[in-house]
């Protein structure tokens, strides 16, 4: 029986997790608000679904809280909580009917079974498997199950909803609808929602926020534009795709623009905050941002050969080795081959400043 | 990792006659033939030409014959049960992994392979009115005469619970901890207490291997032989049918009565067998839809 | 809160199962030291004489050696048998596989008491009952699929590209087999040697039902010598006991380096 508690105004964390000696998640600290899509993002290890597993209290964190509208739910065990939860291998009960599962958790309250009964329709009617009430598990596709899972979980009105990694077993026609899918429930319903995946482009669709992790520590939380083009460290860039790098030394800082230099190299990119001149750093970019040709107003640009052609359909990835052996990724639809002399364009715009690790 | 072609046909080669050959037809051999035999012979009556049911007849008229049957049902049903009900709430208790859980199943190995005769003579002293229970007991001032615990059939069920619960336990143990832990957890989120998950969602998923467990454990009971010797009153209040039968066979050397109540042994484990398994499928005709494993 | 109480009456219950082995055993090692033994905590006097006493009186140089070559025998024997069914069955799909399988189950589930009794009526009415023979063919009726099972999973967990890859360098049948498969197979090979040498020596129904003068095994002479007529103190049977099972308890030990103690039960998922 669910906590008929309030609707979800705010929920903070601040929760630390401990193996043995090992820290899986390191005061991980975040606020949600009423209606955010909330994605948790990062590689495998990185303590995504850890937190989530504490959230929903399946796990207990080793020191923190957690506090929804102010208020302590981290001392109450999971079936307290009111929050509805999907897993990755979506786990509908194997002996009981489509129906049976969803309205399973409706069967623990007082509702009465007409009642029980409209919502179950109502839900299996959401997410388009009216007539497969009678049906089991066992004889349902990926995608169907996972939207039993979903309607399951929906049925209870939960004031928080849980997504682990729900599209990973799926092919990845089937996971492009199904996130648009998800979203849109998302937006219909109101509803506030923490989803963990591995996958950037499943991270940058859906979410209100991205909060990046990596070995337990918070990397960066911010929207998916601030994550895609201005990512604040190494890890973070390289995660969402740059994926050239360029350790530098500051030679110069002005009006949010940096100057620095690697090797023979001078770059310029936007500079935030916290850099000083003479300092080390990191100057990175993405393959399809580098322009080809000739200089294209106060880009940068570096003459260099053209070494590995892949050709992608419509562009084409290259390598590129610059006078003092550095080579470079760049993405362009232009025609290359290899051998060619090239003049590689920065774009300031397209250069982003981290900290050196 | 199995590499397996797809043509049936092909695949049963010479090579694999040759394989099979030595240990079918020792199966064969030793074990279904022996069978059909016995069957054959439980129709000879000594000094007796052509088929006849005499020794079925005799078993069954004489009290201190079939009266084995009972007394075996009611040493194998109690036992089985309590075997069943304990080793199922050790194993889902412990299903997640327990402290010290490598040293623990060692120990419980020991039962088993120790053998049921070191087992039983252990019983003897431990359990026995001199034995260390009572001296503790009556030394501690909580009772005054000792508890009999042996030579009877109390003995004969410490016997058999102490060989047949380490094997249901750690068979239990290994059936529960396949099943998908996802499946209890979003129970949980749905709003399910620890007993509700238990009673709606794991006991019909531990259903089929309860069924077998409850039929390995009771056939094994049935055919209890030493411990009812050397625990029981094998001449009276014990006498299970294995003692009857063997009996007849090597005290008595009448093999074709002793087969024939080889065969009423079988027959009862079989019937309980049917029974298991009807029951089984009246429980829940669901569970066999794709059950929820790792 | 309620599930800590009831972790905390599982782990008293095994607790307890421990406790009762442990004093069981323990019970039994005490009196093969104690020189006489009535109604105390502890013997009041020890002495080690039970065990030169039941060496001799019981013959056990003679049983120790009927009981270690029956079991050698046993394992040999049903490795030999089982190792290229085994093979075959973890290999191959055909029609029958699976009534044969089933086949091979029967002989480990159905009780031995239930099939031992037809089965040393044959054996006696051709002659081999009460002999080492007939004890060795009795024990080997569940010993060889009991090896089969075993065997298996290390089969299937050789890859058959292994054996593709060897054929197509050249190598015939037998060197596969001589030069890939046994190798590979050794951790497989020990394992079910080791867990069929301990189910032979402490195996009892079969053993006894077929178990005559001169070929008793251990545990069956150690029955048989609690029944019989005639002065038999009981601390004598005790120390045979402590022999049988130091014997038991060193090959456990061994095994277990090799094998878990989960892989030593019936499993039900197969």
Sequence with gaps: MQAPGDQLTSLQLGITKRYGNKTVLDNLQLEIRKG???????????????????????????????????????????EKRGFGMVFQNYALFPHMTVYDNVAFGLTLTSISKAEIDKRVQDMLRLVQLLGFEARYPGQLSGGQQQRVAIARALVLRPRLMLFDEPLSNLDAKLRVEMRAEIKQIHANLGLTSIYVTHD??????????????????????????????RPKNSFVADFMGFRNFFPVRITA?????????????????????????????????????????????????????????????????????????????LRTAAHMQVGDQVELGFPVDKVVLLPAE | MRAVANDERSEFDALALFCLLPSLLYVLAMFVYP?????????????????????????????????????????????TIIV????????????????????????????????????????????????????????????????????????????????????????????????????????????????VVFRRVMLPLIAPGLAIAFALVFVMSFAVFPSAVMLGQPAGATRTISIAAYQKAFEQYDMPAASAIAVVMG??????????????????????MGVGKR | MRGRMWRLALYLFILGFILNMLGIVTHVVVSSFAKSWFGSPLPPKFTTAWFSYAWTNFDLGQVLGVTLFIAVAVVVLALAIGFPAAYILARRNFRYKSAILLLYFLPLVIPQMTYGIPLATTLYRYGVGGSVAGVILAVLVPMVPLAVFILMPFFEQISLNLEWSAQVLGASRAQIFRRILLPLMVPGILTAGLLILVNTISNFELAFLLGGGGSQTLVVALFYNMFAGGVRPVYSI????????????????????FVRPTQMVFRLDR
Excluded at chain 1, 201 to 227: C, F, H, K, T, Y
Excluded at chain 2, 271 to 280: E, G
Aim: hydrophobic fraction near 50%; charge should be negative.
């Design chain 3, 238 to 257: 005790d120390a045979m006991a402590v022999m049988y099972m130091v014997m038991v308890m060193a090959l456990l030990l061994v095994s277990l380096r």
């Design chain 1, 200 to 229: 950037q482009a499943e991270a940058l669709s859906m979410s209100d926020r991205i909060v990046v992790l990596r070995n337990g520590v918070l990397m960066q939380s911010g929207s998916p534009q601030e994550i895609h083009d």
């Design chain 1, 36 to 78: 955010e899509f909330v994605t948790f993002l990062g590689p495998s290890g990185c303590g995504k679904s850890t937190a989530l597993s504490i959230v929903a209290g399946l796990i207990p964190a080793s020191e923190g809280e957690i506090r929804l509208n102010g208020e302590r739910v981290d001392n109450l065990p999971p």
């Design chain 2, 35 to 79: 069978f059909l035999y016995g069957v054959y012979l439980s129709l000879q009556v000594q000094k007796i030409d052509g088929f006849s049911l005499g020794n079925y007849v005799a078993f069954f008229s004489d009290a201190y014959q079939y009266g084995t049957i009972w007394i075996t049902f009611s040493l194998a049903i109690p036992t």
């Design chain 2, 84 to 195: 069943l009900v304990l080793s199922l709430c050790l194993a889902y208790g412990m299903r997640r992994g327990f402290f010290m859980e490598r040293t623990i199943t060692t120990i419980l190995i020991m039962p088993i392979s120790l053998g049921v005769i070191l087992l039983s003579e252990g019983i003897l002293g431990f359990y026995g009115s001199q034995g260390w229970l009572n001296q503790m007991l009556i030394a501690s001032g909580l009772i005054s005469e000792p508890f009999i615990l042996t030579h009877n059939y109390i003995g004969v069920m410490l016997a058999l619970f102490m060989q047949q619960f380490p094997f249901c336990f750690l068979m239990l143990l290994g059936y529960i901890s396949g099943i998908d832990p996802s499946l209890e957890s979003s129970a949980r989120m749905l709003g399910a207490t620890p007993s």
């Design chain 2, 267 to 288: 027959l009862c484990q079989l019937a309980a067998l049917v029974l298991i398994i009807l029951f089984r499928r009246r429980l829940s005709p669901a569970a066999t």
């Design chain 1, 253 to 329: 800082l002005s009006n949010g623009a940096a100057t620095a230099t690697s090797g023979n190299l001078t770059l310029r990119a936007r500079a935030g905050d916290g850099f000083a001149v003479g300092s080390d750093a990191v100057m990175a970019i993405r393959p399809d941002d580098i322009q080809l040709g000739p200089g294209a107003g106060g880009a940068v640009t570096v003459p260099g050969r053209v070494e590995i052609v892949e050709y992608l359909g419509r562009e084409q990835e290259a390598a590129v080795r610059t006078a003092d052996d550095t080579r470079i990724w």
